[in-house]
């Protein structure tokens, strides 16, 4: 019946969608929240639920859409989902450890001095700290 290729030679006709990203982010995210838990291939499954509009869309309308409903679904639901370190949407399943990877510009700055005092890296500062922790905790 209808294919993709179909449908991209319907929009180099001109006959386009015309739906805007943020309507598609919308419905990407109504979408989403509707999923049973343990859905795998989130993206494929969403777009499939999109039905002609995501059929019809270009797929760089697609991924646009797609990195901004992942951002969005994460913080609107953060116990169903959890955008990795990759920018990878994953299920709230408690298998996924979120690294703290944020530090005060105060803190950072007194290891710098730190580190200049030891004539040392940051990095190799941190270490010297995590191996001295190691040794004192019982």
Known sequence: MFNRRTFADMRRAGFGVGVSKSKMTKAMIEILSQLPNGTANLKDVVVDHLGLLGQMSPSRDINAAWNEAKKKVANQFPEKFVLGARGVL?????????????????????????????????????????????????
């Not at 299920?91 to 700055?109: E, G, H, M």
């Not at 030891?118 to 990095?123: A, H, L, R, Y």
């Open 90 to 138: 994953q299920w709230n399943d408690d298998s996924v450890k979120i690294l703290d990877k944020k530090i005060s510009s105060a803190n950072f700055r007194k290891l710098n001095e730190i580190a200049e005092a030891e004539n040392c890296t940051v990095d190799k500062l941190v270490s010297k700290l995590i191996l001295k922790y190691r040794r004192e905790k019982p």
